[in-house]
């Protein structure tokens, strides 16, 4: 395993809608990262690009593998050995441009993975993205058939997980899509990887607006109001602990 002592891996987590792919995109840009392209995977995922652990869909797929405990990866999992990590370097190598030293991986169940990836591969950064809840929830329910309620307890749950793990990680960034999207932060993840910053690419800056819309429409509709204020009612507290608010989307519409 001593090739991989050349390296510095880099794993982005983030739940699915989250903004994972646009970070992605960015990071794997800079001249001193590889990052997987072209691979005919979802997303360029290396989830799907490997044979040591099952993808996110054999646990239910997005707003649900969170939920399997078997689907949550730590330094104490069986299968991490000596073995598997020389595998899962081999199977991800194939798909990197080992000239360059800084590799770079991301997929959706990292966020309930990294003490996992961090035993298997040491020399490791863990860029972590969140997105409010109501937007993910409201981006992920048409790839499922879960619930609005089961969505937001989804993404409680995973994050609640990852706050648990983070203590044990040695080189972590959390950063909000909020803030990524009016380029802010993306500096701040250069500086963290220690590599140098450089221009990026303008982002989509209507983020969240459009599943913000969805809610506040949801809280005035005579069948989904009764649904949205029981969630409201449940999960407030909750997701202040994450640094975001139900009251968010109202003042998101307040600004247009």
Not at 67 to 90: G, M, V
Not at 136 to 147: F, G
Not at 218 to 223: E, G
Request: glycine share 6%; proline share 6%.
């Amino acid at each position: 395993m001593d090739e991989m002592n050349h390296y510095q891996f880099v794993f982005l987590c983030g739940l699915h809608r989250s903004g994972t792919s646009p970070l992605f995109r960015i990071l794997r840009d800079h001249p001193q990262i590889s990052g997987f392209r072209n691979t005919g995977v979802p997303e360029d995922e290396g989830q799907h690009l490997q044979s040591v652990f099952p993808p996110a869909h054999k646990y239910g797929g997005p707003g649900r593998f969170g939920f399997n405990p078997e689907a949550r990866l730590t330094e104490d999992s069986p299968i991490l050995s000596l073995e598997n990590q020389r595998k899962l370097f081999q199977e991800w190598s194939s798909h990197w441009d080992l000239t360059r030293p800084y590799l770079l991986e991301k997929s959706p169940p990292n966020l309930i993975r990294t003490r996992f990836l961090q035993a298997a591969f040491p020399s490791s950064y863990f860029v972590v993205i969140t997105r409010h809840p109501v937007a993910v929830s409201l981006a992920t329910v048409k790839w499922t058939n879960s619930t609005l309620e089961s969505l937001i307890e989804h993404w409680l749950r995973c994050h609640e997980l990852f706050e648990l793990d983070r203590p044990r990680l040695r080189r972590v960034i959390v950063i909000k899509y909020e803030t990524l999207i009016d380029s802010k932060d993306v500096d701040e993840i250069f500086n963290f990887l220690g590599l140098s910053p450089r221009p990026i690419e303008a982002l989509d800056r209507s983020g969240n607006e459009k599943y913000f819309a969805s809610w506040r429409r949801l809280l005035i509709d005579k069948d989904g109001r009764k649904v949205a204020r029981s969630i409201i009612a449940k999960y407030e507290k909750h997701l202040q602990r994450h640094g975001y608010s139900f009251d968010d989307t109202e003042l998101a519409g307040s600004r247009n």
